[in-house]
């Protein structure tokens, strides 16, 4: 279990954030592959938030991933995807969760989170969820990386 990130963020306001919720196949990993360096970063997180996965185990190697990340993630099952997935962030608590995704189905999860970053990746990435977004990474290893340094975020998003 995490702690919380705090951050100001001059004209929009006070954030808290406690979970990082995450896609998987396409944001953290390529085709059932962890990508190098997520594992590291997701460790160096722990302290800072409590980390949740959703998955619908598109490539059948979430076991894999999760032991590689000490980590059990949530399968979502097949249909209504985007809805299951924006469901359980508001089941935490929008207020209090930042999402990380790049699929049509992680829109609405974006879009429910209190900060919602989209990632660019080797499988492309939704319109739809890139418009859903407050903030726009590079990669994941970006991604993270602003959670470790939320000024970063401070600095991308202050009006």
Request: overall charge negative.
């Amino acid at each position: 279990m995490g702690g919380m990130i705090k951050f100001n963020i001059p004209g929009i306001g006070e954030y808290q954030i406690e979970y990082l919720a995450m896609d998987v196949n396409g944001t953290l990993a390529l085709d059932g592959q962890l990508l190098d360096g997520v594992a590291e970063r997701i460790a160096a997180l722990r302290p800072s938030l409590t980390i949740h996965l959703l998955t619908a185990d598109t490539h059948g190697k979430q076991a894999v991933i999760d032991r590689q990340l000490e980590l059990n993630a949530t399968r979502i099952a097949p249909g209504n995807e985007a809805l299951q997935k924006a469901e359980f962030i508001r089941k935490l608590g929008c207020e209090k969760v930042a999402a990380i995704g790049q699929g049509a189905n992680d829109a609405d999860m974006l879009a429910a989170a209190r900060l919602g970053v989209c990632v660019m990746s080797a499988e492309g990435v939704a319109k739809q969820t890139l418009l859903a977004a407050d903030l726009i990474a590079p990669d994941i290893l970006s991604a993270l990386e602003l959670f470790l340094n939320p000024l970063r975020i401070v600095a991308s998003l202050r009006k």
